[in-house]
């Protein structure tokens, strides 16, 4: 078997490609070397707070994020969505809001407290969708990871009732009494109710007067525990 040998310029091309390979792959591993050791199931969230809740109070949420990883986590947030009509504790409009965490070192534990009023009628489940947020070393690109807290509506911040015939006789005034009555531990601002008449019914009158049209009246503010 002859051997087959190659000339100078030869070898020295097929050393230096061999290298230059080498040194892109080692190139490669260093710029997404930290991206593979990152494991989606050693970053544990963990979410705690009230099963059931009054429509109105304030409901704290924890959420515990651990890195169990090698490396860390850089510029952690969390990006929080509320259901609608929720509040923060001081009254204003609450959907979404972001809480920065900074650097999570292997090995740690951060702990943040989230802190809302959910409002809802009675049995509803709400939703608070929880998404960590962050970045690795060496890397732009940005990484999540979703969790959620659920709660039941145990009793609505507001019971209403009616008080009406249980038999009517067709084109006969009809008198129906509505009662609203406050659960909330606090004054509830510009209550509205709106009625939704069925097929034939006909308004006439009422006390106090509709606010808008015919099916809406402003109550003004409900203090607790009041009619």
């Known amino acids: 078997v002859g051997i087959r040998r ?14 230059f390979i080498l040194t892109l792959v080692m190139a490669l591993a260093g710029l997404f070397g930290n991206v593979s050791v990152v494991s989606d199931s050693e970053i544990l969230i963990g ?65 943040i407290v989230l802190k809302s009023i959910i409002y809802g009628p009675e049995s509803l489940e709400q939703e608070v969708k929880i998404t960590l947020e962050y970045h690795l070393s060496g890397s732009n690109a940005l990484f999540q990871k979703e969790s959620a807290f659920k709660t039941r509506i145990g009793s609505p911040s507001i019971n209403l ?5 249980s038999e009517v006789t067709s084109n006969q005034p009809l008198e129906i009494e509505v009662t609203l ?40 503010d409900l203090a607790p525990g009041k009619e």
């Open 181 to 220: 009555n406050s659960n909330d531990r606090k004054t509830l601002k510009d209550v509205l109710l709106n009625v939704d008449y069925p097929p034939g019914f006909s308004f006439q009158s009422s006390k106090p007067v509709p606010f808008s049209g015919n099916r809406t009246w402003s109550l003004g």
């Open 6 to 19: 190659f000339n100078l310029p030869v070898k020295i091309f097929i050393i230096s490609g061999v290298v």
């Open 47 to 111: 979410v705690q707070g009230p099963s059931s809740i009054k429509a109105g109070d304030e409901v704290p949420i924890t959420v515990s994020i651990t890195n169990k990883n090698r490396v860390p986590l850089e510029s952690a947030e969390l990006a929080v969505v509320y259901p609608s009509g929720s509040k923060d504790p001081n009254g204003i409009a609450l959907s979404r809001e972001r809480k920065p965490l900074g650097l999570i070192l292997p090995g740690s534990t951060k702990n």
């Open 161 to 165: 009732s009616t008080s009406l015939p």
